[in-house]
């Protein structure tokens, strides 16, 4: 482990060459405006947080990292993520909340490992068809964007238990949202939602528990 956060660094040492077995690296909390070509040389990476700096944009080579399994880059200005993140096969958790985002790459869908994304917070006005791929997604928060609607895709969230959408821009919601066979938790409120489908009533029968 190596923890570079709470600096006042505005680029990160030239060093990661060296350190190919490194696994969790935190640089969280400095003044970052890009990362270095030399981490993607941390072919054994499980772990990276790069919250709280000024990064912008991050580098296309970020997939290569095809260890990792939880990615923190909250807090920064980020206004889109590399497409190569579809490679990440075993990424697990993204925390992508308090950026600038106005999507999310297509390639997500090649994420088939991800359990729980975090995108609260940003500008987000559309979200990619390929969303509905990932079969192990558990907990999805949108809560604060500039969401109008949800791709039918979504549908296929199989294993989706949380499902956070509260301040968009949503005027009604898919019946099948109240449908999706282990959603426990659903939040829709300071929406500009005129009615509810009648699949909601079943879904507050079974335990469900709705925010409006």
Known sequence: MLDLGHNSLAALPDMFAGLPELRFL????????ALPDSLRSLARLTYLNVTDNALSELPGWLGELGHLTEFRAYNNALEYLPESM????????LHVMHNALTTLPQSLGGCGSLREIDAQGNKLR???????????LTSLNLRFNDLSALPDTMRHLAELRFLDLRANRLTEVPEW????????KLDLRWNQLGRLPQSF????????????
């Open 201 to 212: 009533g079943a879904f507050r029968e079974r335990g469900g528990q709705v925010y409006v």
């Open 86 to 93: 579809g490679h990440l096969s075993e990424l697990r958790e």
């Open 177 to 184: 949202l109240a449908q999706l066979p282990r959603l426990e």
């Open 126 to 136: 559309a979200l990619p068809d390929t969303l509905g791929s990932l079969s192990r």
């Open 26 to 33: 935190y640089v969280s909390n400095n003044k970052l405006t």
